[in-house]
């Protein structure tokens, strides 16, 4: 059972006068894991941060087209970015943990959306959070140590614990083991794989055995236009495209 | 499923709450830099409706008298002019030869750290204690002229040195290690590298970070006070050893003149000084933006 | 008069032998390899040979002259007659040095009109012999340098390891002034202790050098009004000015303005910093301190003095500004950008990144540079000297006149008193206070800072 959460129509990026998108359309479903892969460059970071209007933040960046969530444009004058990253959440290339508590990390998004209206329900929260980021048993006693005195890959998983304490609808997860050793990786990848059931998960990744093992579907970017866009089994098995065929098969990127 | 904790009429009203502090917030901010540019424009329209009528040849080229209304700044301008230069012909060379060494030739031991401690520390150090420094060592102990160009020079120069050694140790930090090789590879000592190569390269920005340290210490009032430079100077100083005034000083001698009329002089002279400080910035811009290389 | 015509003579000679030894060294060039050093450090070589130890004997026999030059006319018979105290004496020697040196000067005293003739005698005697011992160091210094012009002689080494020399010497000057200022403040003020307990110091709440005199001088050195004057005027009131505005103006230029207004305000901002406390001070004394006692006066207040706390602290806050404003810009730019995407990705709006993730990882960044702001305050002197007033009261209302550390030091230093006495000694002692005060803040403050930037790299 998929249905569209995402809709990408004639989307263009640019940084100033650079066009980083070109003319991007794509769909991307509820309940699936969404690859975005390409060479260094090719701007599916930058295609990711439209996504929840992170673009917003850097200066001189503009995005046209259509970007639909559930239908709306989420860069109607209607949208508030505010309002709606709380629904597209975003974990990072490098781990951010804030400079708090482990608690207090988690807590922050709930708080300042006024998700919980007391102790008791902000402590299922986090626990909840915890649990679904698998890192509930590992830190459980140590909830007031710093976020930052975990390993990386445990960071990694406040990180995405922290995403999904808003409770967001689309989790985007921005090459998120790049940082991290295979076992780290491998424990991201696990929960990545759980999550899907309940959000709609796109990565972008560097690492095409990444995407095969994770992702249902996959896109690939080439410089700034999406090149080929379908089920990960067909684009790695039978790609269509030769420039496709081309990366997958290690001629470049 | 989770849609409808976001749109809820609850989240909504919260949502239109934030905003709302997100306004107030940036309003304040908006606010404080308002005020502080209000407060500095007050300041400068207050001493020009004071000061600007007061302002012609004979105010320029007088001297200090007890009739406000030929009293003059030449003399307190040229105290200021002849401290300068003491202060200059000291701080500059040795400032500079200090940011040399520390850069490049210092070894990392002890005695350097507490070079370099003692540098930051004396950038920090209040400028009445360089005064007290200048009444104890330069007149007391030394019995150098009191109220002199040369002491008040001298005093000045131990509190610009530390400035020029900072910023000449970033100018010549900037300076790439590839200038430093190039000339080592074809046979330059490490000496004949630096003051051949490295030091003319850094030297704009150690230029402004002299100028900026000597418009800071034209301005310097508080230490002069304890090493006598408030006489009542009638005639310019004729040496770096006659008794002498300066600008911010004579301005601090105005303005405890009882007679209104000193208003107006205190603020001429406040706009003489403003200018200089203004000319000495700018040319510190002026050189940062025309020599500075982006590496 | 002698020496300097000698130290222009020393300096010729430099130049001479320069010439000299490069112009021999120049003869000894036969081609390509010939020689280990370029001729012109041969001249080098030479001029320092002349100049060092010539200017070293310059500079000892200029410091013990003086002092021969008082032993020969203290044993002139027009001497006897000098009185005994050593400050007189020695005003009137150096009344009769000023004479010789200027005959149209005016004496004070004719005793030394008198001394003038032998003093006269005496300077150009010592001079001569000085002047001639100068002279023959410079030229055997001068001959051994030209004697060592061999082609096959390592000048080049030798000049760069003076210059080194020189190096060294210009930072050692940072160490010698440190030294300097504690060494004379720690004499100083020790000679105050000898008179003034410390305890009654830095304990004593009655400030009244004036009448201190015989027993009950420990009584009137109490030290703490002054310190809370400082603590309140540099570290309440004008802290309660700079931090708000310059944080937030900081904040508004880092976060929300646009890079043009960004370039244009803040060096309009940096303005405020370059302007003399002078001016700050009469800004004060003439338009802010009568706004306040007008004020205050409408408000009911009796009486309100026109010199004020608030007055004084007010202005120094705004003199502050930017320098709060510049250390939380740098606070602010060192924590990663990842940390704000992180809150803004959350959902949370631009104020609440800024409060609540931004500001607590930029605090101890901050927190410093309030720290070095409440050291520059502090240690701010002309403002207070024109607007803050002369009584030691500890009072917590922003409207009473209140003195400062700065202000006494002033205070006790530019009076016409003879200078042993406590009285003057005092401005030492409080000027040690403060230079420890304002150590240890700017060695915390620097040391967090430090800290800080590392902890983000």
Redesign the interface.
């Known amino acids: 059972m998929t249905e569209t959460k995402l809709t990408a129509r004639n989307v263009d990026v640019f940084y100033g006068p650079k066009k980083a998108i070109d003319n991007v359309s794509i769909d991307i479903d509820n309940g699936i894991v969404t690859a975005f892969i390409g060479p260094s460059g090719c701007g599916k970071s930058t295609f990711l941060r439209s996504l929840n209007r992170m673009n917003d933040t850097i200066a001189g960046a503009r995005v046209t087209g259509e970007i639909l969530l559930d239908g709306e444009d989420i860069y109607a004058p209607s949208m508030d970015p505010v309002a709606l990253r709380a629904r597209v959440g975003m974990v990072f290339q490098k781990p951010n943990p804030f400079p708090k508590s482990i608690y207090e990390n988690i807590a922050y998004g709930p708080r300042i959306h006024g998700l919980a209206s007391s102790k008791a329900e902000m402590d299922a929260i986090i626990e909840s959070s915890l649990t679904k980021a698998g890192l509930w048993d590992e830190v459980k006693d140590r909830l007031s140590d710093a976020g930052t005195a975990l390993s990386g890959g445990q960071q990694q998983r406040l990180c995405i614990a922290r995403a999904i304490a808003v409770s967001p609808e689309v989790i985007l997860m921005d090459e998120p083991c790049s940082a991290l050793d295979p076992i780290a990786t491998a424990k991201i990848e696990e929960l990545i794989d759980e999550l899907k059931e309940n959000y709609a998960i796109v990565i972008v990744t560097h690492s095409m055995q990444q995407a095969a093992r994770v992702s249902q579907r996959t896109a690939f970017f080439h410089l700034g236009n999406l090149v080929e866009y379908g089920e990960t089994s067909e684009i790695f098995t039978n790609p269509r495209e030769e420039k496709t065929k081309d990366y997958i098969t290690g001629r470049y990127g | 499923m989770s849609n409808s904790t976001f749109s809820s009429p609850a989240f909504a009203k919260r949502l239109a709450q934030r905003h709302a502090a997100e306004r107030r917030f940036k309003l304040i901010g908006l606010g404080a830099i308002v005020i502080s540019l209000a407060f500095l424009a007050l300041l400068l329209v207050i001493m020009m409706r004071n000061g600007l009528g007061g302002l012609n040849w004979n105010f320029l080229s007088g001297s200090d008298s007890t009739d406000p209304h030929i009293a003059g700044i030449w003399s307190a301008a040229k105290g200021s002019i002849l401290t300068m230069l003491v202060t200059l012909l000291l701080s500059f060379p040795m400032g500079v030869l200090a940011a040399i060494y520390l850069e490049e030739f210092a070894p990392r031991s002890r005695w350097i750290e507490l070079v370099e401690v003692s540098i930051n520390n004396l950038a920090a150090v209040p400028s009445i204690i360089f005064g007290l420094l200048g009444l104890a060592v330069f007149i007391n102990t030394f019995n150098m002229p009191r109220s002199s160009p040369l002491v008040g020079g001298l005093t000045l120069a131990l509190m610009t040195m530390p400035v020029i050694v900072i910023s000449g140790r970033n100018a010549i930090k900037a300076v790439p290690p590839s200038i430093r090789d190039a000339a080592l590879a074809v046979g330059a000592s490490k000496v004949q590298a630096v003051f051949h190569h490295v030091l003319p390269l850094a030297l704009p920005g150690i230029l402004t970070g002299t100028i900026i340290g000597m418009a800071r210490a034209l301005g310097e009032t508080a230490p002069l006070l304890m090493i006598g430079m408030r006489a009542f100077i009638v005639t310019p100083p004729d040496g770096i050893t006659a008794p002498s005034s300066v600008l911010p000083m004579q301005i601090f001698l105005w303005s405890d003149e009882i007679d209104k009329a000193f208003v107006q002089n205190t603020s001429a002279a406040i706009i003489v000084l403003l200018v200089f400080l203004l000319v000495m910035n700018g040319l510190a811009i002026y050189l940062r933006n025309k020599f500075e290389v982006r590496w | 008069m002698i020496l300097t015509g000698v130290l222009l003579a020393v300096i010729g000679l430099g130049l001479v032998g320069w010439f000299a030894a490069r112009g021999r060294a120049r003869l000894l060039y036969t081609g390509r390899g010939s020689m280990h050093s370029m001729p012109s450090y041969h001249g080098w070589h030479m001029a320092l040979w002349i100049l060092v130890p010539a200017l070293l004997a310059w500079a000892a026999w200029s410091a013990i002259m ?1 002092g021969l030059v008082d032993g020969a006319v203290m044993a002139d018979p027009a001497a006897a007659q000098l009185p005994e105290g050593d400050m007189h004496r020695a005003a009137v020697l150096a009344d009769a040095r000023n004479i010789a040196a200027n005959p149209d000067a005016v004496a004070f005293d004719p005793l030394s009109q008198e001394l003038a003739a032998p003093m006269r005698a005496a300077q150009t005697r010592f001079g001569m012999i000085g002047g001639l011992l100068i002279l023959i160091v410079a030229l055997a210094g001068g001959g051994y340098g030209f004697t060592r012009v061999r082609a096959g002689f390592p000048a ?1 080494t030798h000049v ?1 390891r003076a ?2 020399a ?3 010497i ?6 010698l ?2 030294f ?2 504690v060494a ?2 720690l ?2 003020a020790g000679l105050f202790f000898k008179d003034v307990s410390p305890i009654a110091f830095l304990t004593g709440t009655h400030w009244a050098p004036g009448n201190a005199r015989g027993i009950d001088i420990d009584g009137n050195f109490g030290a703490v009004p002054l310190f809370w004057g400082t603590i309140y005027i540099g570290a309440i009131i004008a802290m309660v000015v700079a931090i ?6 900081a ?3 880092t ?2 303005a646009s ?1 043009t207004i960004r370039k244009w ?1 803040k ?3 940096e ?2 910093a ?10 004060a ?3 802010v301190a009568p706004l306040i006692r007008d004020t205050a006066a409408s408000l009911g207040v009796a009486n309100p003095s026109t010199e004020s706390a608030l007055a004084a602290g007010l202005v120094m806050g ?1 003199m502050i ?2 320098f709060v404003s510049s250390m939380a810009d740098d606070a602010l730019a060192a924590v ?1 950008r ?15 990144t ?4 931004l500001l ?2 930029a605090l101890p960044g901050i927190v410093a540079g309030v720290m ?1 702001a409440i ?2 305050a ?5 403002i207070v ?2 607007a803050a007033g002369a009584s030691a009261r500890l009072s917590a209302n922003p409207l009473a006149s209140m003195t400062t550390v ?1 202000y006494q ?2 205070q006790m ?2 009076g016409d008193q003879e ?1 042993n006495s406590p009285k003057t000694l005092s ?2 002692a409080l ?1 040690l206070v ?2 420890i005060v ?2 240890i803040l ?2 915390i403050a ?1 040391r967090v800072v430090k800290r800080f930037r590392e902890a983000y790299e």
Request: without cysteine; aromatic residues 8%; hydrophobic residues 55%.
């Open positions: 003086p080049r760069e210059i080194l020189l190096l060294l210009a930072s050692l000057m940072a160490i002034t440190t300097g200022i004379s403040l004499f100083e708000p505005l310059g944080l937030m103006s904040i508004y230029l976060q929300y890079s305000v060096p309009i901002l303005i405020l370059g302007i003399p406390t002078v001016v700050y001070g009469y800004f004394a003439l338009t705004v500004i930017p990663p990842a940390m704000s995407d992180g809150s803004l990705a959350l959902g949370a709006t631009q104020s609440e800024i409060k609540k993730v607590p990882a070095l050291s520059r502090i240690g701010e002197t002309m000297v024109m700065t030091i002033v230093l530019t200078f401005a030492f000027g403060l230079f304002t150590l700017n060695i620097l």
